[in-house]
């Protein structure tokens, strides 16, 4: 994410690459930084993907999962079959320089022969791994510095040849401590935290400080669990002088490494050389969320497991023996399985075949194009290589999906089947098993989301496997990314996230951190509750101010051409998005607690909290799946409650550039709400997806802190298209405090809308008229004065006072809506005092062209900055009218498409500019969509010269124009022709409707 001078004025920082953390130093920033976002008048941006709201791996909470285990969808923030990167060079793309890690010679090593004319590795062959050619990909005159290695940096590799590092694999089990804490008692252990990133057998022993501590060429690469990515970091990078070579011949060039000159050279189409040295750059890093990325270099079963052991999937451990279903902590895993996947081909999981240990089975927690899967024993224990065994696989078709009743409850499960390789008997040789699926004859690259490797070696049998690998490519079928739930009515925005308080620094799931008697006196203290020691981090009780919602927009870049991001939002006045329930019985709920569940806590009678239905049972408590949603009204006594998910967004819709300009989208949310939440959606193809940088959006107070409830009378009228008066009344209910509003806008059905007069407190009001310019006869005085009443850039330069008023029916390029604008001196506490009932009345004219048309409105005040709107509230907003609502009915409704005219007829296309295309405008009534709309033009022999290709036209008043030339773009002789207007609808009546009309020169 690239800092927004002009959206924010946090000291730019960053966010970690793996699942970062905001302990107590980023809450310091993050109070100090967001005073600078808000203006004086309250109004603010919140940035997700920055130091305030860092990407994050780790769930708020496991328990709050809606989905099932192998795609999760986290309540309160958490992701799915997502990686976070860097873009370690601030160039705007993400391992575009990748650091080759070849295994040339296919024995589970990377490099372990350097050419120096000795077998190394001991496997017979010489110089067989040599140091791999890089490409600088993005031209920019440096080699590796996006490596795929989190954190990137160079990759020497007569420096990384390190013959200690296998003694390191083979001394270290897989496991890694899951706290700062238990890894300082741990001395000889393997430190916690994401592990041996940079697979030189060394763990955490690279703090995040921007410095190469290690000397192996990378930088941070075995961060523990860093806060952020520093604003800048100075890091070693072999550079070439880029004046001499263009962009195209830069990224053409191969550069090799030379171990006397201690460089990369490139021999150049010329004949010459170019070298590159190394030297110390200065770069800015950004850190992007996007689905994860398979390629070549990048073992699937070591991101999973490396996933789980960093607990980012909780106790649902994906790599298991026993079958479909293991539900381990890290720390009680059985310690052989990470041996065949940490990397090292000289440690192995040692198995004697039995009923109760038959295979290994890894679940990818998404669903991934798979290239090659490899495993095979130690190197000199070829025997112990499985012979005899089948590979099963669940991908994506419908047979590979279960759905079952158990319990009262619908849930679906993974049907393992399928062969992803056929029964293997006796195949002893070789040993290494390596099944490629590249079309041939395992056919091409499968969706896989389950492997399930079952042995049949006879009972009593050893084998083992070292290492078992699944590389594939390009991004997952599908990915999802929620946020945390953003709570922007306190002083500072906030988000719901816990921290384990032994170290600040590491996320932690909500139900980690619980009530317990710790001091076994038999109650439960104030201090011991999960509620009270959760406050101190995130307080559900803080006292905050409801606002309105602005625009968002976010930065991104796509890879391919198809890839898509669906960006959903939601808001309430409640943390808590769903009432929480207990299970009495099969289908049987209660939102009460009636027996206590530690100590003396909860009180029975009292209602299940988020706190108490954690501390359920998993079959005590009510699937979340099935919880009742928390609406917007008081549902079963509990205040507050949450919007369902919007309509997605596209990615383009709200795409702004890297410095966060742009227009974004509007928020169609309900005003006077604190809570906030955002869902990305990931629609990916094989080779295209979705990065994001950030996304941020607009807030401000309550322009009317009590809202503005509106009604619309009549709600009936008798005819579809035909123009019909209605009177629009609206109550503001203001604070002493609110700066108040002089913008209406109402969303009218058609351009033709006219305003008649507006009342405040039952005076009229004068319109404001824009001057005429001088010398114009009155045709053009009336074209002149009509344009206007369709400008907005007029009504926007109006400048009403006392009781005056501009108006102007506009479309809003910003929505697609035709709005009905209303520009007043700013209407304020002292215009409508609490208590006396005053109200707005605009009294309008305009045709509908739908059943049921609502018109919806908004209040704003132009001189704010930032331009945050308020919706309006349907309701009593007066007692004279009867309808408490805003939409209108309409009583008959017959006709699909109405031509109204055709002018002019007969035209002359000679191209004098008089006349010169003949204009169709017509209605469309009773469609709910876009429907296609063609005009066909034809001789009177019947034949079709010209058809005005389809336009997408909604319910409405549109138009159609031709030019007078045929298809082939010649004018057409001068004649009668017939026309034939018609519809795509699903509607059959009136569908079609046919004339003539007259061409002459």
């Known amino acids: 994410m690239r800092y927004a001078v002009e959206k924010t004025c946090f000291p730019r920082r960053g966010a970690s690459c793996s699942f970062r953390s905001f302990g107590v130093i980023g809450c310091a920033l993050l109070a100090l930084g967001l005073e600078a976002v808000l203006n004086p008048a309250g109004a603010g941006t919140w940035r997700v993907g920055d130091q305030g709201q860092p990407w994050q791996l780790y769930p708020v909470s496991f328990v709050l999962d809606a989905g099932e285990i192998f795609k999760p969808d986290y309540l309160w923030g958490g992701t799915s079959s ?208 996007r689905p994860v990325r398979l390629d070549s270099t990048r073992n699937l079963i070591r991101i999973v497991d490396d996933r789980f052991l960093a607990g980012i999937y909780g106790s649902n451990d994906p790599l298991y023996t026993v079958r479909y279903g293991g539900d381990l902590d890290p720390a009680s895993r059985e310690v052989s399985v990470g041996l065949s996947t940490d990397g090292s081909i000289f440690t192995a999981r040692l198995v004697q075949s039995s009923t109760g240990s038959s295979g290994f089975t890894a679940e990818f927690r998404g669903l991934y194009f798979l290239d090659m899967l490899r495993f095979r024993p130690q190197p000199g224990f070829d025997d112990y290589s499985p012979s005899s065994f089948s590979i099963y696989y669940t991908g994506d078709k419908p047979s590979h999906y279960q759905q079952r009743v158990a319990g009262g409850e619908l849930s679906t499960r993974l049907v393992v089947s399928d062969f992803l390789i056929p029964s293997q008997v006796d195949q002893e040789r070789p040993a290494v098993k390596e099944y490629r699926f590249d079309g041939g004859d395992l056919g091409p690259p499968k969706l896989v989301q389950l ?63 619980q009530t317990l008697d710790a001091n076994k006196s038999g109650k439960i203290d104030l201090d011991e509750l999960s509620s009270t020691k959760l406050a101190r981090q995130f307080d559900p009780a803080a006292p905050g101010q409801p606002v309105t919602w602005g625009r968002a927009r976010w930065y991104g870049k796509r890879e391919g051409r198809e890839g898509n991001v669906l960006v959903r939002v939601r808001t309430g006045n409640s943390l808590d998005t769903h009432i929480y329930q207990r299970k009495l019985g099969q289908g049987v709920f209660s939102s009460f607690i009636e027996r206590t569940i530690e100590a003396d806590w909860p009180q029975p009678g009292s209602r299940v909290d988020a706190y108490s239905y954690v501390r359920l049972q998993p079959n005590e408590r009510a699937r979340p799946s099935t919880l009742p949603y928390n609406t917007l009204s008081d549902r079963d006594g509990i205040p507050g409650g949450w919007t369902t998910w919007s309509a997605p967004f596209n990615f383009e819709d709200g795409l ?204 704003w005040n132009d001189t704010q900055r930032g331009g945050t709107i308020q919706p309006t509230s349907p309701g009593n907003s007066t007692d004279r ?121």
């Open 82 to 289: 997502v990686e976070i990167v860097v873009d370690d060079d601030g160039d705007g793309k993400v391992d575009e320089d990748p650091v080759d890690r070849v295994d040339d010679d296919r024995d589970g090593l990377i490099n372990e022969d350097p050419k120096n004319g000795i077998d190394d590795d001991k496997d017979g062959k010489t110089d067989e791994d040599g140091p791999d050619p890089q490409v600088d990909n993005d031209g920019d005159g440096m080699l590796n510095e996006d490596g795929l290695t989190t954190g990137g940096g160079i990759y020497n590799p007569v420096l990384r040849y390190d013959p200690e590092m296998r003694k390191s694999y083979a001394a270290s089990p897989y496991f890694r401590d899951t706290t700062a804490v238990a890894a300082a008692a741990n001395p000889k252990g393997n430190g916690y935290g994401w592990g041996d990133d940079d697979y030189d057998g060394k763990f955490n022993e690279d703090p995040f400080d921007g410095k190469d501590n290690d000397q192996d060429g990378l930088i941070d690469e075995d961060g523990a669990a860093p806060a952020s990515v520093p604003a800048r970091w100075d890091r070693a990078v072999f550079a070439y002088d880029t004046t001499q070579v263009e962009l195209v011949e830069r990224q053409a060039l191969v550069f090799q490494w030379d171990p006397v000159d201690r460089t990369y050279v490139a021999e150049r189409a010329d004949g010459g050389s170019i070298r590159a040295q190394l030297s110390q750059k200065s770069f800015r890093p950004s850190d992007w969320v």
């Open 451 to 513: 492997v399930d490797l079952r042995s049949a070696q006879p009972n009593g049998d050893w084998w083992q496997l070292a290492e078992i690998e699944a590389y594939g490519h390009g991004y997952p079928k599908q990915a999802s990314y929620v946020t945390e739930i953003i709570d922007v009515g306190t002083p500072s925005p906030r988000f719901r996230r816990y921290f384990d308080p032994a170290d600040p620094t590491r996320p932690v799931s909500f139900e980690s951190i």
């Open 656 to 859: 702004v550039d890297s410095l966060g300009k742009g227009d974004g989208v509007m928020l169609a949310l309900p005003p006077l709400t604190r809570y906030i939440q955002f869902r990305f959606d990931f629609e990916n193809t094989e080779d295209s997806g979705v990065s994001l940088d950030f996304l941020e959006f607009d807030f401000s107070p309550p322009i009317v802190t009590r809202g503005v409830t509106v009604e619309i009378f009549p709600d009936t009228t008798e005819k579809l298209g035909q123009s019909a008066s209605f009177q629009y009344v609206l109550k503001p209910d203001f604070e002493s405090s609110d700066l108040g509003f002089n913008r209406i806008d109402i969303a009218v059905p058609s351009p033709e809308a006219i305003v008649d007069t507006l009342l405040v407190d039952d005076l009229a009001w004068t319109p404001l008229l824009p001057s005429v310019p001088a010398g114009l006869g009155e045709v053009a005085q009336r074209s002149f004065l009509d344009s206007l009443r369709h400008s907005r850039t007029w009504l926007e330069s109006a400048q009403p006072t006392g009781s005056t008023f501009a108006s102007a029916v506009y479309l809003d390029s910003t929505t697609g809506l035709t709005k009905m604008g209303i520009k007043t001196r700013a209407l304020k506490t002292a215009d409508f005092p609490r208590g006396q009932g005053k109200e707005i009345q605009v009294n309008f004219r305009t045709p509908v062209f739908t059943l049921l048309t609502e018109f919806q409105s908004w209040v």
């Open 881 to 1001: 009218l009867p309808s408490d609502q805003i939409k209108v009915t309409v009583l008959q409704a017959e006709k699909t498409l109405a031509l109204r005219q055709v002018v002019p007829n007969p035209f002359t296309p000679n191209g004098d500019g008089v006349n010169d295309e003949a204009v169709f405008s017509f209605s469309l009534f009773l469609v709910t969509d876009q429907v296609g709309v063609e005009v066909s033009i034809c001789d009177l022999s019947g034949r079709v010269v010209r058809k005005v290709r389809p336009l997408l036209s909604d319910a409405g008043m549109h138009q159609a124009r031709w030019d007078g030339r045929d298809e082939g773009g010649s004018l057409v002789p001068p004649g009668l022709y017939v026309y034939r207007l018609s519809a795509k609808s699903d509607n059959a009546k009136s569908k079609a409707v046919m004339g003539t009309i007259g061409v002459s020169y």
